[in-house]
T-cell receptor, first 116, second 115 residues
Framework: GAGVSQTPSNKVTEKGKYVELRCDPISGHTALYWYRQSLGQGPEFLIYFQGTGAADDSGLPNDRFFAVRPEGSVSTLKIQRTERGDSAVYLC??????????????FGEGSRLTVL | GQQVMQIPQYQHVQEGEDFTTYCNSSTTLSNIQWYKQRPGGHPVFLIQLVKSGEVKKQKRLTFQFGEAKKNSSLHITATQTTDVGTYFCAGITNAGGTSYGKLTFGQGTILTVHP
């Protein structure tokens, strides 16, 4: 596809369960970002990948959150022992980043996570 | 850590009126981006400003980056109903080299336009 693809679009889970959210970036985009957006707020940075490695994971709220990008393309955000406060829309974005210049971010439609 | 503040939080205008949203950073930015998010949608890139004092125009939209690279504004002339949405600024601080991909978003300004 032409855009950033995120699955699932909606996920309802129970407190304490494990959740995986998947992001398929635009082909050729080396940079991939995860953001979290709560209602009425701006996107909150979680983690940024350049290729396969996490260049900056300073936004991950605690060790229940983990993200991988093993082949430098698709990424998975993993949340263990979910809590009600984890409920939000999780946005993935990708960009062409060249010579340390952050390019335009292309966002996916997001995965809406609801923890009951 | 870096904070990016936007005002106002809400703006209601009559169609044809002008609109401005302001963005202020607690730290000097290397560059700033602006995004628009329609209700129920995802953020869509509008523009990136890099140079101190830079002004860029896109049709009815004018973007400015402050001389000190700590503030920015977006001005829309003669709003239309299609301008409805939330406008976000997102700042980048080149601290240490590896964090150039980390955009810190403001909380956004929600614009409603009454026909």
């Amino acid at each position: 596809g032409a855009g950033v693809s995120q699955t699932p679009s909606n996920k309802v889970t129970e407190k304490g369960k494990y959740v995986e959210l998947r992001c398929d970036p635009i082909s050729g985009h080396t940079a991939l970002y995860w953001y979290r957006q709560s209602l009425g707020q701006g996107p909150e940075f979680l983690i940024y990948f350049q290729g396969t490695g996490a260049a900056d994971d300073s936004g991950l709220p605690n060790d229940r959150f983990f993200a991988v990008r093993p082949e430098g393309s698709v990424s998975t955000l993993k949340i263990q022992r979910t809590e009600r406060g984890d409920s939000a829309v999780y946005l993935c974005a990708s960009s062409l980043t060249y010579r340390r210049n952050t390019g335009e971010l292309f966002f996916g439609e997001g995965s809406r996570l609801t923890v009951l | 850590g870096q904070q990016v503040m936007q005002i106002p939080q809400y703006q209601h205008v009559q169609e044809g009126e002008d609109f401005t949203t302001y963005c202020n950073s607690s730290t000097t930015l290397s560059n700033i981006q602006w995004y628009k998010q329609r209700p129920g949608g995802h953020p869509v890139f509008l523009i990136q400003l890099v140079k101190s004092g830079e002004v860029k125009k896109q049709k009815r939209l004018t973007f400015q980056f402050g001389e000190a690279k700590k503030n920015s504004s977006l001005h829309i002339t003669a709003t239309q109903t299609t301008d409805v949405g939330t406008y976000f600024c997102a700042g980048i601080t080149n601290a240490g080299g590896t964090s150039y991909g980390k955009l810190t978003f403001g909380q956004g300004t929600i614009l409603t336009v009454h026909p």
